[in-house]
């Protein structure tokens, strides 16, 4: 049915995101949330434009319309990073859960168990040279 097909196509879409490399995917991302820390707005620390956030984005992460989408904006289209932090870590969670749920087979849903925290460890790892504007001045912001 059409519900079905729907939910096929997004688990497609994170499949192509997942497959372009074990750990390109997180060293990507840490790349995106690197640039996004060297660009917070000074006006409104901890915050970013949107259009600034866009073009941080590497073309190889497919998923930019869709945290747009996902990212609720405050009054003047700014996110905080904290949202943009949430949301890589959330991505993942969606597509193994997503998995589990699409096969019901209990070894499948062990093994994805498995990729995921694997996947999560390369993730953070990749994470942990990043700096923070919080870690250079811990005045900046407290949510980050």
């Known amino acids: 049915?059409?519900?079905a097909m729907g939910c096929n196509?997004?688990?497609l879409q994170d499949v192509a995101v997942w497959d372009q490399?074990?750990?390109?995917l997180g060293k990507a991302e840490a790349k995106i949330v690197q640039e996004i820390f060297n660009n917070l707005d000074p006006e409104r620390k901890g915050y970013i434009s949107f259009d600034v956030a866009y073009k941080?984005?590497?073309k190889d992460v497919t998923e930019t319309t869709a945290f747009f989408a996902d990212c609720?904006?405050?009054e003047?289209?700014?996110i905080s990073v904290k949202q943009l932090r949430t949301y890589f870590e959330r991505k993942k969670w969606n597509f193994y859960h997503?998995?589990?749920r699409l096969h019901h087979d209990e070894e499948d849903d062990r093994l994805e168990g498995e990729m995921f925290l694997e996947k999560m460890k390369e993730f953070q790892a990749d994470l942990k040279d990043v700096k923070s504007p919080k870690?250079?001045?811990p005045g900046v912001v407290s949510s980050l």
Do not use: P, V
Not at 21 to 24: C, E, F, I, P, Q
């Open 1 to 3: 049915d059409i519900l």
């Open 72 to 74: 609720e904006a405050n």
């Open 135 to 137: 870690d250079e001045d």
């Open 76 to 78: 003047d289209h700014k």
């Open 98 to 100: 997503r998995e589990a």
């Open 56 to 58: 941080a984005f590497n």
């Open 21 to 24: 490399g074990s750990t390109a």
């Open 9 to 11: 196509m997004c688990r």
